[in-house]
């Protein structure tokens, strides 16, 4: 089945050029199923690309998804446009009455911060502390994945000497994990943080398993159970640009930034980098929508009253 978004939505015309199947709400209401109900908290500045990159996968998917995009409401965008928030987002407050099969929290540009200097961590704190009971499923990406285990388990953050930016090879540590269903043993990520979060941590919380591990990047991907909370520290859903976009950008900014690790061919940054991730990425959303489809309950309202 497509994914449901506004035909208006920029993302709408990228996505049918690639062959992604889209549908509008006509089209959505004729068929007599319930569309899984997923939330996007773009956390990110350039919200219309982070939007192309999650619908993209989403929209991979064999069942039919209703994608709502919803912003942090104490801040203002200073890289989208207001006509466009307007028109295609949502306040937390205004959707926060809702139930939702899976909720994704984004990354955003504010890593260096202590997480009480954000300016909208006391919104984030009581968005995280609603999805557990309001949402089936949370992906938490990047500094989100950071930010939500450390609120909801205390694990900290540690700066990086330098960046942490490239593509890197990932060890599947859990080929059992239905998150990992048809993952290779060893697969490329792309990786761009400033911190990280360490194993030593991670493993002092009983409720929380390392599905995914770098040996130069450290832990990737962290599952739990009891809270149906999944934890990616690095970005599955880049574009094959992305890291090109951010490294020239670094570079015509004058910022000391060095070439992103085995991207470029020939480490060349005049060649045009080639995907070596994005089957992994649809296999892993994939996966996320299969097992959410499966386990959660058909009455939205259901959501969260002793789900087991």
Same mark, same amino acid.
């Given at each position: 089945?497509?994914?449901?978004?506004?035909?208006?939505?920029?993302?709408?015309?990228?996505?049918?050029?690639?062959?992604?199947?889209?549908?509008?709400?006509?089209?959505?209401?004729?068929?007599?199923?319930?569309?899984?109900?997923?939330?996007?908290?773009?956390?990110?500045?350039?919200?219309?690309?982070?939007?192309?990159?999650?619908?993209?996968?989403?929209?991979?998917?064999?069942?039919?998804?209703?994608?709502?995009?919803?912003?942090?409401?104490?801040?203002?965008?200073?890289?989208?446009?207001?006509?466009?928030?307007?028109?295609?987002?949502?306040?937390?407050?205004?959707?926060?009455?809702?139930?939702?099969?899976?909720?994704?929290?984004?990354?955003?540009?504010?890593?260096?911060?202590?997480?009480?200097?954000?300016?909208?961590?006391?919104?984030?704190?009581?968005?995280?502390?609603?999805?557990?009971?309001?949402?089936?499923?949370?992906?938490?990406?990047?500094?989100? &994945?950071?930010?939500?285990?450390?609120?909801?388990?205390?694990?900290?953050?540690?700066?990086?000497?330098?960046?942490?930016?490239?593509?890197?090879?990932?060890?599947?540590?859990?080929?059992?994990?239905?998150?990992?269903?048809?993952?290779?043993?060893?697969?490329?990520?792309?990786?761009?943080?400033?911190?990280?979060?360490?194993?030593?941590?991670?493993?002092?919380?009983?409720?929380?398993?390392?599905?995914?591990?770098?040996?130069?990047?450290?832990?990737?991907?962290?599952?739990?159970?009891?809270?149906?909370?999944?934890?990616?520290?690095?970005?599955?859903?880049?574009?094959?640009?992305?890291?090109?976009?951010?490294?020239?950008?670094?570079?015509? &900014?004058?910022?000391?930034?060095?070439?992103?690790?085995?991207?470029?061919?020939?480490?060349?940054?005049?060649?045009?980098?080639?995907?070596?991730?994005?089957?992994?990425?649809?296999?892993?959303?994939?996966?996320?929508?299969?097992?959410?489809?499966?386990?959660?309950?058909?009455?939205?309202?259901?959501?969260?009253?002793?789900?087991?």
């Amino acid at each position: 089945m497509p994914i449901k978004i506004p035909d208006t939505l920029p993302a709408f015309e990228t996505l049918a050029t690639e062959g992604v199947r889209v549908m509008t709400e006509t089209v959505a209401i004729r068929q007599d199923i319930r569309p899984l109900q997923i939330g996007l908290l773009n956390l990110m500045p350039n919200k219309i690309k982070t939007e192309i990159q999650m619908a993209r996968l989403i929209g991979a998917s064999p069942l039919q998804v209703e994608l709502s995009l919803i912003r942090i409401g104490a801040h203002r965008a200073k890289n989208t446009s207001e006509e466009h928030l307007l028109a295609f987002y949502e306040t937390w407050e205004e959707v926060k009455a809702r139930k939702f099969d899976g909720f994704i929290i984004t990354g955003a540009p504010v890593e260096t911060l202590e997480y009480e200097d954000v300016t909208y961590w006391n919104e984030l704190k009581r968005i995280l502390d609603w999805t557990t009971t309001n949402v089936h499923s949370t992906l938490n990406v990047c500094w989100g &994945a950071m930010a939500a285990i450390y609120h909801f388990h205390g694990v900290p953050k540690y700066p990086l000497k330098e960046k942490a930016f490239g593509v890197y090879r990932h060890q599947n540590l859990q080929p059992s994990s239905v998150y990992l269903n048809g993952f290779s043993d060893d697969f490329a990520v792309p990786v761009s943080r400033w911190t990280e979060v360490r194993r030593t941590d991670i493993d002092r919380v009983a409720d929380l398993e390392i599905l995914m591990e770098s040996k130069e990047m450290g832990v990737c991907l962290v599952h739990e159970q009891k809270g149906k909370r999944l934890y990616m520290f690095n970005h599955v859903e880049y574009d094959s640009t992305s890291l090109s976009d951010e490294y020239f950008r670094d570079v015509d &900014a004058g910022v000391p930034i060095k070439m992103p690790h085995d991207y470029f061919p020939h480490n060349d940054s005049t060649l045009p980098p080639q995907n070596r991730w994005r089957s992994h990425a649809h296999l892993f959303f994939g996966n996320w929508i299969n097992e959410m489809y499966q386990t959660t309950p058909y009455e939205l309202d259901m959501i969260g009253r002793g789900e087991s």
